[in-house]
């Protein structure tokens, strides 16, 4: 099992930045950021692969946010950069344990964390 504990949400206007951190407390075959804004289904927003580095993110996204890890400290980050308030959710990072494909779906992930609110005002 691993636990998954994430910070640096807040609030910020549009056109601001915010990262993301989440930390995990073993390794993890993948990791993922998505979201969930009220009344809207989880979407997942960007993901990356431990070992290869490997990057991937929704088309709404690309461009302005960044996916990246380290993996000595086993912390994912989300820099989200020129933030529009459509962005505004609770985000939630997210692991796989074991081998395969890591997709955008939920039910690619074991585990998840806490969820960080981040609001976007225009």
């Not at 993301?20 to 009344?39: E, H, K």
């Not at 979407?43 to 088309?59: F, H, K, L, P």
């Not at 461009?63 to 912390?75: E, L, M, Q, Y």
């Amino acid at each position: 099992q691993v636990q998954l504990v994430e910070s640096g949400g807040g609030s910020v206007q549009a056109g601001g930045s915010l990262r993301l951190s989440c930390t995990a407390s073993g390794y993890t075959y993948c990791m993922g950021w998505f979201r969930q804004a009220p009344g809207k289904e989880r979407e997942g927003v960007a993901r990356i692969y431990t070992n290869s580095g490997s990057t991937y993110y929704a088309d709404s996204v690309k461009g302005r946010f960044t996916i990246s890890r380290d993996n000595a400290k086993k912390t994912l980050y989300l820099q989200m950069n020129s933030l529009k308030p459509e962005d505004t959710a609770m985000y939630y990072c997210a692991a796989r344990l074991s081998g395969g494909y890591c997709s955008s779906t939920r039910d690619a992930y074991n585990y998840w964390g806490q969820g960080t609110q981040v609001t976007v005002s225009s």
